[in-house]
Nanobody, 122 residues
């Protein structure tokens, strides 16, 4: 069974940092675009960041300059380093794997993790 497992979420004060990890199991995703999305209560899931198989990166305007997406050395694990966190970053963060054509849209991804909660207190 193919799975994406996120970890690293938690509670942090505004201005703090967290590092999320996404570890696949059941197959490798080295040739896929990997993305991070988030969903806050009462809101739609929104694009956060994506990294292509050859390490091109994309970010939403709301996180650009504060978040960094990267792949591990084996390129199968994906990380999201989140700095200068704000209360509005509070959400469930999910990683996903897809073809990369529509990296900014949930429709561009085939596989999804269950998500990890990030809470930023003011």
């Amino acid at each position: 069974q193919v799975q994406l497992v996120e970890s690293g979420g938690g509670l942090v004060q505004a201005g703090g940092s967290l590092r999320l990890s996404c570890a696949p199991s059941g197959r490798t995703f080295t040739t896929y675009t990997m993305g991070w999305f988030r969903q806050a209560p009462g809101k739609e899931r929104e694009f956060v960041a994506a990294i292509t198989y050859n390490s091109f990166t994309y970010y939403s305007d709301s996180v650009k300059g504060r978040f960094t997406i990267s792949r591990g050395n084996a390129k199968n694990t994906v990380y999201l380093q989140m700095n200068s966190l704000k209360p509005e970053d509070t959400a469930v963060y999910s990683c996903a794997a897809g073809s990369g054509t529509y990296y900014y849209s949930t429709s561009g991804y085939l596989y999804w993790g269950q998500g990890t909660q990030v809470t930023v207190s003011s």
